[in-house]
């Protein structure tokens, strides 16, 4: 209870103010889109960018009352499996999408686990997960956004 009433007044306190951004080192931009900047530095290898990223969007969700799965790790995550199981140049955004669409579906099967890390490193499911291979794996531009596209839009497959 304390906490909401916390983040009430703080919420009261900005749209009060009229404060489009919130100054200082860690400056929330409330019309920044977080999610591609996130992204944008996952695909460049930028990890601590990208969970900086991760920690202004946060703030902006809370803000704003938004709930989604959107995180870091589900985003890198996510863009390996894609990378390992359909990163060849010769594959389609279609492709990819189909591969983070059945990891999503997994998700939200009662038939499996409830998150993305417990999906994928589920015993017998994905092969790379788990390999060192995997582990230290830098997913490509192309697996990143086409998992954040199925993470913000949802699945593409039934």
């Given amino acids: 209870m304390k906490k909401l009433i916390a983040?009430?007044?703080l919420v009261i306190v900005l749209v009060m103010s009229g404060i489009k951004t919130v100054r200082g080192n860690n400056s929330l931009d409330m019309?920044?889109?977080?999610?591609?900047?996130?992204?944008e530095s996952i695909a460049n290898g930028n990890?601590?960018?990208?969970?900086?990223?991760?920690?202004?969007?946060?703030?902006?969700?809370t803000l704003l009352g938004i709930q989604d799965n959107i995180t870091f790790d589900n985003l890198l995550l996510l863009a390996k499996i894609v990378h390992a199981e359909a990163g060849s140049d010769w594959l389609t955004e279609e492709h990819r999408q189909l591969?983070?669409?059945v990891v999503i579906n997994r998700v939200n099967s009662p038939e499996f686990p409830n998150t993305?890390?417990?999906v994928i490193y589920q015993r017998g499911q994905y092969a790379p997960a788990g390999t060192k291979y995997f582990n230290n794996l830098k997913p490509s531009r192309k697996c990143v956004f086409s998992a954040l596209k199925v993470l913000a839009s949802g699945s593409v497959a039934p």
């Fill in 7 to 9: 983040l009430l007044v």
């Fill in 31 to 39: 019309d920044a889109n977080y999610a591609l900047l996130m992204a």
């Fill in 47 to 61: 990890y601590n960018q990208a969970r900086h990223y991760e920690t202004l969007r946060n703030q902006k969700k």
């Fill in 99 to 101: 591969v983070a669409s």
């Fill in 116 to 118: 993305i890390h417990n």
